[in-house]
């Protein structure tokens, strides 16, 4: 070994941490006085690192049970936060997808709905009113409501929904019907008309072409 | 004798808040030690220890008994270091813009034995982080390689060498400095 490559392992010669190296380096270190002064140099500069003072420190055990509990609330108030903005996401899904909640636009009017019935309305036999009784009983003042009541009273406000709904589409169908029933009997009077009309120009061009014709011959 | 650390760790974890203050009582000085070498900064020192103390006691049911306290300390005490060497927002004064001491001059001529400590405290800063935390460990805490490889996750064949490396520039720039040893000492 040179000295470079001994002055490498010095700093661990002095602290006691050399090991696999040790024995080229002693017999180096023997023979070579610049590594015994490098050595020697390491060792003061070792005494100076000793001598220099530690500062006194005395840790303030209140402060730090203070602190300690104002950043454990802090954290526990970002953990209520996340949890209502979670319970708010899960409540807001559960409104539309238990309640069925239906969100559309119709005749300009936002409509909102939950609980919609099944679109599969048959337009034959409807009854608005299947509840009669229990609208009579709600009509009476003096009879009192109860939650049944209630329940039922929603069901009429649905079906009376899901009938005007089912009639609106019905009405929009016959007109549409109607109309284009319309369009045909005017596209068919204008045919008719105009054949018609070529009748008649040739009814008279063949008058008048015989009448033309008659005026050489004696009747 | 004192109870042993892994002890008092288990009182604490149970609610004796006695068990952690006396944690405390025995590890601030060589924790504050610690801090002011890597650091370099005094002033600092007061405000990391108790901040080093108070990750501690957040930290309380994290720690598991087939760890070594001391590591596990030593590894909170590192990450405040360095967080407040991340933050810091004052420069560090070069030396070489200082007057050096005179040539030659003796350790046993300085003016002051404060001068030489403030010379060796900011030669100390100078150094590299990655070589002053093996430096500091090694000399001033006494961990071995072994010890400061789990601490700081790298290998103790790198450490072995980033601690050579730190020793030799810390006494070459000493000695840049007008820093030399008395000529009549020699090796053993």
Known sequence: MNC???REFLPLLL????????AAVTKHFATCPACQKEYAALQKLRGLLDAEPAPSIKVNLGSVYAEAARRQE???RRWRRATYALVGVAAMLFIIFGLKLEVHVQAHQLIVRWNAPEQNIDSGARDPMPDAPALAKLQDPASPVTADDIRRMSAMIHALYAYVDARDKDQHEIVTSLGQRLEKFQYGDNERWKATQRDLSNLITVCLGTREGDKGAKP | MG?????????????????FEELVRRWQ????????????????????SQEVFLRLYLARTRYRENGVFSTWLYQIALNVARDALRKRRFPVEPLCDREPVANGTPVGELCEQGELNRTLTDCLAELPEALREVLVLRHYEGLNFEQISILLRVPASTLKSRFSAAVVRLRKRLEELGWQEAPEERAP
């Open chain 1, 4 to 6: 470079n490559q001994v």
């Open chain 1, 15 to 22: 602290y006691g941490d050399l090991s696999a190296e040790e």
């Open chain 1, 74 to 76: 802090v954290r526990l």
């Open chain 2, 3 to 19: 109870h042993p650390d892994a002890e008092l760790i288990g009182r604490w974890q149970k609610g004796d808040t006695s068990a």
């Open chain 2, 29 to 48: 000085q060589p924790i504050g030690r610690f801090l002011a070498r890597h650091v370099g900064q005094t002033d600092l020192v007061h405000d990391l």
